[in-house]
C-alpha cells in the first residue's frame, strides 16, 4: 500500500501542552513520546506539502488545563502551526462537532485521514470513529496518542496501558486501521 499518491490529510487533534503537565487527571499515562512521535509526522507533512489540519479542545469548564485561559490550552512545541495551517477549536469530544472539518476535507477531496494526538480513548477514538463513519479511510497512528489511568465503577483503578490497549482493539478494522509511526513512514516515503 502506497498512501503518498493519495496525499493524505493529517489530522493533529488536542496535542496541548495540558497533556504534558504531571498534574492532569489521571497521571501517570503511557506512551511518554507521543507528542514527540507527532512532531516527527508533522514535520514529514511539511516536507511533502500534504494537507494539514490542527485541532485543539477548548474546555468550557474555567477550571480545566484546556480551558483557553489556562497555559494547557495552548499547542505542545512539538506540533505549534503555521500561519498557513488550518487550526480548528473544538469543545467537545469529535472532531468533527461544532467545527467545519467535515467540510474542509470534503473540498479538498480527501479520501484518507490520518490522526494523531490525544487522548486514544477520549478525542481520538471519537474523532476516529466519526472519520471512518463518513467513510474516510482512517489511519489511527498507534504510537502518536496516550492514555491516562482511570477509576473504574468500583473505584478500581485501570492501568493506562489497559485502557490504552483496549481502545486501540475497539478501533482497529472496524473504524481505521491501525499502524506505527515507522510503518507510516515507510507508506509515504
Not at 1 to 23: C, E, W
Not at 26 to 37: C, K, L, Q, S
Amino acid at each position: 500500500m502506497n498512501l503518498k499518491s493519495k496525499k493524505p490529510t493529517l489530522l493533529l487533534v488536542d496535542i496541548q501542552k495540558a497533556f504534558i503537565d504531571k498534574d492532569y487527571p489521571g497521571f501517570p499515562r503511557n506512551n511518554h513520546n507521543a507528542e514527540f512521535i507527532c512532531g516527527k509526522i508533522l514535520k514529514l507533512w511539511r516536507e511533502k506539502k500534504f494537507p494539514i489540519i490542527h485541532v485543539r479542545h477548548s474546555s468550557t469548564n474555567i477550571n480545566s488545563k484546556l480551558h483557553e485561559s489556562n497555559p494547557g490550552f495552548e499547542f505542545n512545541d512539538y506540533v505549534k502551526p503555521k500561519a498557513d495551517e488550518i487550526i480548528l477549536k473544538k469543545n467537545v469530544n469529535s472532531a468533527f462537532i461544532g467545527t467545519d472539518l467535515k467540510s474542509i476535507l470534503d473540498r479538498s477531496n480527501t479520501k484518507v485521514v490520518i490522526i494523531v494526538g490525544m487522548t486514544t480513548n477520549h478525542c481520538i477514538s471519537t474523532t476516529v470513529r466519526m472519520s471512518g463513519n463518513f467513510g474516510y479511510e482512517t489511519f489511527l497512528i498507534s504510537d502518536s496518542t496516550a492514555c491516562y489511568t482511570a477509576k473504574g465503577l468500583d473505584g478500581e483503578l485501570i492501568d493506562c496501558e489497559v485502557i490504552y490497549q483496549t481502545s486501540i482493539a475497539n478501533l482497529k478494522d472496524e473504524f481505521a486501521t491501525i499502524i506505527n509511526s515507522e510503518e507510516l513512514i515507510t507508506l509515504i516515503k
